[in-house]
Structure formats: structure tokens, C-alpha cells
């Protein structure tokens, strides 16, 4: 059974706040791993798709790195805005399986 | 495209009473997958489909789940009878093949009482 790990489980910041989280993953038979942001009473959407170890993605405030040797993954997330408030999930997969996902982590940020 | 598309949103039923959800996936999108969301378990896949043939569906939970994918735009779950147990949010999602980027519906969030 694949497990995909990630923590915190739930992260409370002030507004302009940086933070980050992880997400764990097994380090063999990598293919690609996914990001996805979940706000409240939506569907997921698609983040990031990381694929190369090393790989460092980018988009607005929001940025990802990728270390497949050892099975990690960090969420970066710069000067946090109420609007990031949302579920963070990541997802892996071996290339011939569908996405596992983790159970994600959940950013509240404070005005 | 319209993206996936659930129907319905909601649904309130009596335990025992037999429920179906159902999906309509992005065209041209190969994969389908029904997971469901709980506090618990998080995202879990209970089946996924490609070319409409059912590939896995070790995470059905029980005999009383079934899926089917009839046509290339379309699949239910079927829950019967339905127990209380089962109340959560199911999402439908699809994909090009198995492991690319997936896209969500908006889910149908099912209660049993």
C-alpha cells in the first residue's frame, strides 16, 4: 500500500506570514508528484506536476521542490493572504497507478 | 468544456433505500476515478476506469458499492442498500491516462439518516 504522508495536518498564520509544509511520499518507483489546492466547498485543482528530482515550481506566491532520492516534498507559500486559506493536498503516483493522495494539509491565515 | 460534472450536488436518503451518483468526465479524458472524502481516510479511490473498462476497484468498501461505465461520457456509483456509515462526499474526477493531472467535479455530498 502506498502511503503519502503529510504535516501539519492543519497550520494557523497571521496575514503576510510565510510558511511551508511537507509531504512524504515513497522514494522508489517515482513518476510524478501533484499539488492540488482545495478550498472550502470546491473541487481540487490542480497546482503543480513535478516530475524531475530537483524540480522547483513556481506560480505567483506559491512555490514547490521536489526531492524524489529522498521521498519529500515542500509547499512554500510567501506573505500568506486570507485567500490562500484552503486545503493543501499533494498526490503520487508510480506512473502506472493513479494518484495516492495524502490527506492534506489545512492553512487557515488570519487578517 | 464544461470540466466533470456530478449530479446531484446533495442527497438525503433513508438508510436502505438504494442511491446512485453519477458523472460525466472531460471528453477525451481516458481515465475515471470515484474517491471519496471523509475526515477520517481523506481522498480515498474506491475505483478507477480507463476506456471504460473497470481497472481497480479494491477500495470499493463493500458488495453494496458498484460502478459502472457504460460510454466513454459517463459512469455511476451505485450504493444499495445504503447505511448510514456511507455519508461522506464522493468526487469524480478524470484524466487524459492514469497518472496525469486529474479534474475534480464538485462532488456529491450524500447523508444517509
Redesign the interface.
Known amino acids: 500500500i502506498l502511503n503519502v504522508e503529510q504535516s501539519p495536518q492543519s497550520l494557523h498564520v497571521q496575514e503576510g506570514d510565510s510558511t511551508n509544509f511537507t509531504c512524504s511520499f515513497p522514494s522508489s518507483n517515482f513518476?510524478?508528484l501533484?499539488w492540488y489546492r482545495w478550498e472550502t466547498a470546491?473541487?481540487?485543482?490542480?497546482l503543480f506536476?513535478m516530475t524531475l528530482n530537483g524540480d522547483e515550481k513556481k506560480k505567483g506566491r506559491i512555490s514547490a521542490t521536489l526531492n524524489t532520492k529522498e521521498g519529500y516534498s515542500y509547499l512554500y507559500i510567501k506573505g500568506s493572504q486570507p485567500e490562500d486559506s484552503a486545503t493543501y493536498?499533494c498526490?503520487f503516483?508510480?506512473?502506472?497507478?493513479?494518484?495516492?493522495?495524502?490527506?492534506?494539509t489545512r492553512l487557515s491565515v488570519i487578517a | 468544456d464544461a470540466g466533470?460534472i456530478q449530479s446531484p450536488r446533495h442527497e438525503v436518503t433513508e438508510m436502505g433505500q438504494e442511491v446512485t451518483l453519477r458523472c460525466k468526465p472531460i471528453s477525451g479524458h481516458n481515465?475515471l476515478?470515484w474517491?471519496r472524502q471523509t475526515m477520517m481516510?481523506?481522498?480515498e479511490?474506491l475505483i478507477?476506469f480507463n476506456n471504460n473498462v473497470p481497472i481497480?476497484d479494491s477500495g470499493m468498501p463493500e458488495d453494496r458499492f458498484s460502478a459502472k461505465m457504460p460510454n466513454a461520457s459517463f459512469s455511476t456509483l451505485k450504493i444499495q442498500p445504503s447505511e448510514p456509515r456511507d455519508s461522506a462526499v464522493y468526487?469524480c474526477a478524470s484524466s487524459l491516462i492514469?497518472?496525469?493531472?486529474?479534474?475534480?467535479?464538485?462532488?456529491t455530498r450524500l447523508t444517509v439518516v
Open positions: 513518476y510524478a501533484h470546491k473541487s481540487p485543482e490542480a506536476v493536498l498526490a503516483t508510480s506512473g502506472n497507478t493513479p494518484l495516492v493522495f495524502g490527506k492534506g | 466533470v481515465s476515478f474517491y481516510r481523506g481522498l479511490l478507477y481497480d468526487f492514469i497518472y496525469t493531472e486529474a479534474f475534480f467535479g464538485q462532488g
